[in-house]
């Protein structure tokens, strides 16, 4: 299975966790959870982050349901447990991580 079929599968299935920076982030930028299930299903993988002493991260491109464009950076753990472990609204910042 493709890793973005995998993590939309963890989406749909709700079999994910969304971490308290996460969190934070959202309430920064007013995004709802359904904002960040809507990119995921509906995005691309934007990046693919290799370094990094957890393992392997996926920078996911989507739209929130009133139409910004977001960033979520995601990643599975040994568990293959999805985590969401930050959100943002893209507006010309680095987010860079």
């Given amino acids: 299975m493709r890793t973005l079929q995998k993590i939309r599968q963890r989406i749909t299935d ?10 934070d982030e959202m309430l ?17 993988i934007e990046k693919k982050l290799t370094l990094g002493s957890r393992g392997t991260r996926y920078r996911i491109e989507g739209p929130a349901l009133d139409g910004r464009i977001i960033h979520i950076i995601c ?6 447990n999805l985590i969401i472990i930050t959100v943002y609204a ?4 680095s987010h860079e991580m």
């Fill in 90 to 93: 893209i507006n010309g910042e």
């Fill in 75 to 80: 990643r599975f753990r040994e568990q293959d």
């Fill in 14 to 23: 709700r079999d994910y966790f969304i971490s308290s920076h996460a969190e």
């Fill in 28 to 44: 920064d930028d007013k995004l709802e959870r359904i904002d960040i299930e809507n990119a995921i299903l509906k995005g691309r």
